[in-house]
T-cell receptor, first 114, second 114 residues
Framework: QKEVEQNSGPLSVPEGAIASLNCTYS??????FFWYRQYSGKSPELIMF????GDKEDGRFTAQLNKASQYVSLLIRDSQPSDSATYLC??????????????FGKGITLSVRP | GAGVSQTPSNKVTEKGKYVELRCDPI?????LYWYRQSLGQGPEFLIY????????DSGLPNDRFFAVRPEGSVSTLKIQRTERGDSAVYLC????????????FGPGTRLTVL
């Protein structure tokens, strides 16, 4: 089993819809969780991070974390064609503020249809 | 301010040759990471520097790969006797000490081994 799994893709939604991107992880000691967006041919760009169980909202984006289920998701409301990209889930097993590597999933490709 | 920069942006080499990839982190960032991303996959951790020392090199695939950061700023990833399987995008990221865990990625170096 891979450490970080993103299996639900590719995803296509119409403009204005909610896009739901899911990620599971295997290490129960994981402490912090990140969503990166990567446009084709570009480097990853941080969208959000979350440390605590529950929801964290930032504009049209909401990250959801459930440590008991080892599950983290990203919701994109009012999806726009400019949101079309690959979304990478990343996990850090160290406490916040402690340097450590990120373990990435393979990414989910989102396409928003005009 | 300036972000993470990487040179060259593209490198084409022949099997068996030696290559050096350079990363210039965000000014003042003490932590520097190297990742490798193959097509259709998420970034894969290679090595992490805290200051001048390699704090974690567990991701280096074999002894052909080596990285240095002699003055705690610029880092160079060195690959000896390149193989076709080394072809990938090599990403560098940096983060400041303490505070949030955010790693900021550079644009990457696309390495092609013929």
């Amino acid at each position: 089993q891979k450490e970080v799994e993103q299996n639900s893709g590719p995803l296509s939604v119409p403009e204005g819809a909610i896009a739901s991107l899911n990620c599971t992880y295997s290490d129960r000691g994981s402490q912090s969780f990140f969503w990166y967006r990567q446009y084709s041919g570009k480097s990853p760009e941080l969208i959000m991070f979350i440390y605590s169980n529950g929801d964290k909202e930032d504009g049209r984006f909401t990250a959801q974390l459930n440590k008991a289920s080892q599950y983290v998701s990203l919701l994109i409301r009012d999806s726009q064609p400019s949101d079309s990209a690959t979304y990478l889930c990343a996990v850090n097993t160290k406490p916040t503020g402690a340097n450590s590597k990120l373990t990435f999933g393979k990414g989910i490709t989102l396409s928003v249809r005009p | 301010g300036a972000g993470v920069s990487q040179t060259p942006s593209n490198k084409v080499t022949e099997k068996g040759k030696y290559v050096e990839l350079r990363c210039d982190p965000i000014s003042g960032h003490t932590a520097l990471y190297w990742y490798r991303q193959s097509l259709g996959q998420g970034p894969e951790f290679l090595i992490y520097f805290q200051g001048t020392g390699a704090a974690d090199d567990s991701g280096l695939p074999n002894d052909r790969f080596f990285a240095v950061r002699p003055e705690g700023s610029v880092s160079t990833l060195k690959i000896q006797r390149t193989e076709r399987g080394d072809s990938a995008v090599y990403l560098c990221a940096s983060r400041s000490s303490g505070g949030a865990d955010t790693q900021y990625f550079g644009p990457g170096t696309r390495l092609t081994v013929l």
